[in-house]
Every structure is written in structure tokens, then in C-alpha cells.
């Protein structure tokens, strides 16, 4: 079945960076495209970004301002997303999701930026 | 990328049917049949119950219904039961190629 099993969160200082990664298994990865998506404590759910199956195409929320990057590794089955300039306000579990209607779901990793 | 609009809450009794809006625009959920809807409980990952505005995914069941009129999109959940209770949250695709979630509502079984 679709694994879907995000690793990377942790404690971060405010003006740091971070990268989250998220390794798939149990369907064709270079075959899907895959998402982020985060979500504050007690709070909604947020689209972060988006990546094609060959990582040719890439799309990102306007709030982010270009400081996150998304990307994959097809031969290790394995997705990231780069988080630079961090502020309290990306504070938030981190979910990697599967194609376009956010199929799967992992189980998510939390980010809390904190001085 | 405005969030698309749910009500905060719906609640029903056992066995009633309720039905949770999703509003956007035309350059979301009205110009796309990209909408899609997730069940949340505490703690836990958001699972897929509707794709493609009134589409199943396998194993869900099909009390679960999606429609759409203009730019406002629906889930009706019929025959209401306990296990439903939890957070529900739309999304749609958008002209500019990214995606929207809607704000969240939360379903209470009375």
C-alpha cells in the first residue's frame, strides 16, 4: 500500500533553514506528482507547494515569498522541501501528499521555529 | 490564493443528513471540476473521501456525496454516524496552477 513517511521536523531558530524530505513507497513516485502542505496548530489546512513527476514543474503558495523550494529524487524515491528565513509563523506539522487530488497523506513532521 | 469559505461548524443527529459548503471563485472552484474534499480527526493525517467534485476513492463509502453549482462546492453526508465527527476541509485547483484548501468545518454528531 502507498507509505508515505516524512522525516526532518524539529526545534529551528527564527532566520535558519531547514529541510524536510518525505520517502515514498508502494506506488510508481517518478510516475506521480506531490505536494506540500502544512498546518499551524489549531488551525487550518495550507497548500505549501508542488512538484511534476519529473520535477520539471513547480509551483509554490504567494506567502511563502521564494524562501521554500520543493524538489524530488526520483532514483531514492524521495521527496524534499528546502525552508530558508524561517519565522515563527511557519510553525506547523508538515504533510507530503500524493498527486493531484492529494490522494495519500503521510503521517507528517512538525517544524517549530523558536528562539 | 484567498482560502476558499466553509462554515465553522455543521452538526447533525444519527442517521440525518448535513451538508458542508465550500465557496470560492471563478478562478478556483468555478472554473475547475478539480475540487476535492478531506475528512480530518485529532491527531491525525487528512484522509481523501471526494476527488473531482462527486468522485469516490476506493473504500470510502458512498454516504459521502460531492456536487457543485458555480462557484460554490458541496459535501452531503447521508445517514450520519458517530465515526463521522471531525474536521472537514474542501480543496480546488486554481487558474494560476497552484491549490486551495477551504477554511475547515468542523461536523459534530449530536
Known amino acids: 500500500q502507498v507509505q508515505l513517511v516524512e522525516s526532518g521536523g524539529g526545534v529551528v531558530q527564527p532566520g535558519r533553514s531547514l529541510r524536510l524530505s518525505c520517502a515514498a513507497a508502494g506506488f510508481t513516485f517518478r510516475s506521480s506528482g506531490m505536494h506540500w502542505v502544512r498546518q499551524a496548530p489549531g488551525k487550518g489546512l495550507e497548500w505549501v507547494a508542488v512538484i511534476s513527476f519529473d520535477g520539471g514543474d513547480r509551483y509554490y503558495a504567494d506567502s511563502l515569498k521564494g524562501r521554500f523550494t520543493i524538489s524530488r529524487d526520483n532514483s531514492k524515491n524521495t521527496l524534499y522541501l528546502q525552508m530558508s528565513s524561517l519565522k515563527a509563523e511557519d510553525t506547523a506539522v508538515y504533510y507530503c501528499?500524493?498527486?493531484?487530488?492529494?490522494?495519500?497523506w503521510g503521517q507528517g513532521t512538525l517544524v517549530t521555529v523558536s528562539s | 490564493q484567498s482560502a476558499l469559505t466553509q462554515p465553522a461548524s455543521v452538526s447533525g443527529s444519527p442517521g440525518q443528513s448535513i451538508t458542508i459548503s465550500c465557496t470560492g471563485t471563478?478562478?478556483?472552484?468555478?472554473?475547475?471540476?478539480?475540487v476535492s474534499w478531506y475528512q480530518q480527526h485529532p491527531g491525525k493525517a487528512p484522509k481523501l473521501m471526494i476527488y473531482d467534485v462527486n468522485k469516490w476513492p476506493s473504500g470510502v463509502s458512498n454516504r459521502f456525496s460531492g456536487s457543485k453549482s458555480g462557484n460554490t462546492a458541496s459535501l452531503t453526508i447521508s445517514g450520519l454516524q458517530a465515526e463521522d465527527e471531525g474536521d472537514y476541509y474542501c480543496s480546488s485547483y486554481t487558474t494560476s496552477s497552484t491549490y486551495v484548501f477551504g477554511t475547515g468545518t468542523k461536523v459534530t454528531v449530536l
Open positions: 471563478s478562478s478556483d472552484v468555478g472554473g475547475y471540476n478539480y
Open positions: 501528499a500524493r498527486g493531484g487530488s492529494f490522494d495519500n
